[in-house]
């Protein structure tokens, strides 16, 4: 059988080959003379374990081992975070790729992106549910870089799955016109990478602080989306979504480099938890 990462490299194999239609359009902007293994960014099961020092200042974990596996058969809650493109622009304005799932935000000595501590954050609540006490970690506690990013808990011994839609590398923004055309070429592509992740229980929309975007029409759009019995837990809070059919959890949080408050990406959680409360069994 293979692993998860054998099932990833293969896919991305097919996608590249699949990728070929963005020659024909235009819109797109990628002309023949640019390869698409240089702007296709692999993602999937983030790896685990020490980074290394890596491409000058910035830190990677460069070896892929079985424990992030390991750790992901064996979590209660299984999260998937949904993003748009990874931004790998250079400084010549040029488009390269990088394997995500190495990837650690990290350099100079600091988390050089927002993305990561807002990513960082709720990924840290969502791994330390405490299933006994039906308990999230207090925001408090999971805002704190020394837990999220190094501590024993944290970042490097999580299992966390970060798919972005448009595998092709982007800029800054990636406007909802153009992300929804990537996702309606490579649907049938994305639904297979999920599907590699068995088990996979929370589903983060990472968008913009609403929830009608190209990325919440894939998990609910009648007739089109993954989960179109998607529920609203609380009438007064949009945060927080269920599907009883499928008993998956979906949280949706403004897009991970939003200039937001903190707090922001972590609220579904007090939501989460006292669905779990009311909902006793609804993930086993």
């Avoid at 480099?257 to 903190?262: E, G, K, N, V, W």
Wanted: proline share 3%; charged share 30%; net charge negative.
């Amino acid at each position: 059988m293979l692993s998860i990462y054998e099932q990833e490299n293969a896919l991305f194999e097919r996608w590249i080959e699949h990728e070929k239609w963005i020659y024909q359009d235009e819109w797109t902007g990628i002309t023949e003379d640019i390869r698409l293994e240089d702007i296709f960014c692999q993602d999937g099961l983030h790896y685990t374990g020490k980074p290394e020092e890596s491409h000058g200042e910035s830190w990677r974990i460069l070896d892929c081992d079985n424990m992030q596996e390991t750790l992901w058969n064996n979590a209660f809650l299984k999260p998937v975070f949904l993003c748009k493109d990874y931004n790998s622009v250079t400084e010549d304005g040029e488009l390269t790729c990088m394997d995500i799932r190495e990837e650690t935000g990290y350099k100079n000595d600091n988390l050089y992106f927002k993305f990561y501590s807002k990513y960082m954050i709720l990924l840290y609540g969502l791994t330390n549910y405490d299933v006994a006490h039906n308990k999230f970690p207090a925001f408090e506690e999971a805002i704190i870089k020394e837990n999220y990013w190094l501590g024993d808990n944290g970042f490097f011994h999580a299992p966390v799955v970060r798919m972005n839609l448009k595998k092709i590398a982007g800029g800054r923004k990636c406007p909802d016109w153009l992300l929804d055309k990537y996702i309606k070429q490579d649907k049938d592509l994305i639904t297979q990478q999920r599907d590699i992740y068995k088990g996979a229980n929370v589903f983060v929309c990472c968008h913009g602080g609403y929830n009608w975007n190209p990325i919440w029409d894939l998990l609910k759009e009648e007739g089109y989306g993954w989960f179109p019995d998607l529920k609203q837990y609380d009438k007064n809070d949009d945060s927080f979504w269920y599907s009883e059919k499928d008993r998956i959890a979906v949280i949706c949080t403004p897009h991970m480099s939003a200039r937001t408050s903190y707090w922001s990406f972590y609220k579904a959680l007090p939501l989460f938890e006292r669905f779990l409360s009311e909902f006793k069994g609804f993930i086993d």
